[in-house]
Every structure is written in structure tokens, then in C-alpha cells.
């Protein structure tokens, strides 16, 4: 008998810390599903110095095909910073 293994919270900025061995395509999640790499578009409004700006920004995401778990790397929060601030610089 096997205890049930406490529930894992990925987090992004801690993808350094974590072991990244064995199935990289295994959901961390529930265990079962494979992590499939997507980019899916993302559109948001962020605050900034200059008010809200409306984003959109073309995100590489990981998505399990079971549960539905998502989550994205280092890189793509640097795509969104990038695109926060292409439309802050196009205000006035
Ligand atoms: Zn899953």
C-alpha cells in the first residue's frame, strides 16, 4: 500500500529548484497526463505609470491533456513584459 503523495504546486519562478528528471512530458499535477507545449495568445490589461494598456502576447504554455493543469516558464513572462511595455511606450 502506497500513501498518497501530497499535491504539488509548480511554480514559475522556482523551475531552477525544481528536479527535472525522469518524463518531462508527465503532468506534476495529477500524475497521469501528458504535458503538452502550446502557445496559446493571451490578451490582459495591465496597469502601468501611464494607465491601464490593453496586451496581447503569444505565449509558449505547458498544458496537461488530463487535467488541464497550465503553466508557464521564465521565458514567457518575459514575453509578457515585453509586450507590456510595447503598448506602454505607444501612449503619449
Ligand atoms: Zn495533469
Same mark, same amino acid.
Given at each position: 500500500m502506497s500513501p498518497l503523495k501530497p499535491l504539488k504546486i509548480a511554480r514559475c519562478d522556482n523551475v531552477? +529548484?525544481?528536479?527535472? $528528471?525522469?518524463?518531462?512530458g508527465a503532468c506534476e499535477f495529477c500524475g497521469h497526463g501528458r504535458v503538452i *507545449? *502550446?502557445? $496559446? $495568445?493571451? +490578451?490582459?490589461y495591465q496597469w502601468t505609470g501611464k494607465g491601464y494598456v490593453f496586451c496581447r502576447a503569444a505565449i509558449p504554455m505547458n498544458i496537461c491533456n488530463r487535467c488541464g493543469a497550465k503553466n508557464w516558464e521564465p521565458e514567457a513572462e518575459k514575453l509578457i513584459q515585453k509586450a507590456v511595455r510595447r503598448e506602454h511606450d505607444k501612449l503619449p
Open positions: 531552477a +529548484a525544481m528536479p527535472n $528528471e525522469g518524463d518531462p *507545449r *502550446r502557445t $496559446e $495568445e493571451v +490578451a490582459f
